[in-house]
């Protein structure tokens, strides 16, 4: 009489797939990992510099409007 806690020998070879297949999917996402950083940091210095004209450009537009002194 088997235990309830014993796999088949079918579950167990279920088992040996589904863990092949999430292997490998997390090899796929691992290898994707380098460009994916790449391009966030890229994103990541795109938007410092945006925040960057914006802040100059607003100390600039509040200089013209106060004008020299």
């Known amino acids: 009489m088997p235990n309830e ?7 167990a070879d ?3 797939t589904d863990f092949a297949i999430i292997e490998t999917e997390l090899e796929a996402r ?4 380098p460009s994916v ?6 994103i990541d ?3 410092a510099a945006i925040g960057l004209i914006i802040i100059l450009g607003l100390g600039l537009f509040g200089l013209m409007l106060t004008g020299p002194g």
């Not at 806690?5 to 579950?11: A, G, K, M």
């Not at 691992?30 to 990992?33: D, E, G, I, R, T």
């Not at 950083?37 to 890229?42: A, G, I, T």
């Open 37 to 42: 950083l790449r391009r966030q940091s890229m």
């Open 30 to 33: 691992l290898s994707q990992l």
């Open 5 to 11: 806690d014993q796999l088949s020998l079918r579950q």
């Open 14 to 16: 279920q088992a040996r």
């Open 45 to 47: 210095a795109i938007l």
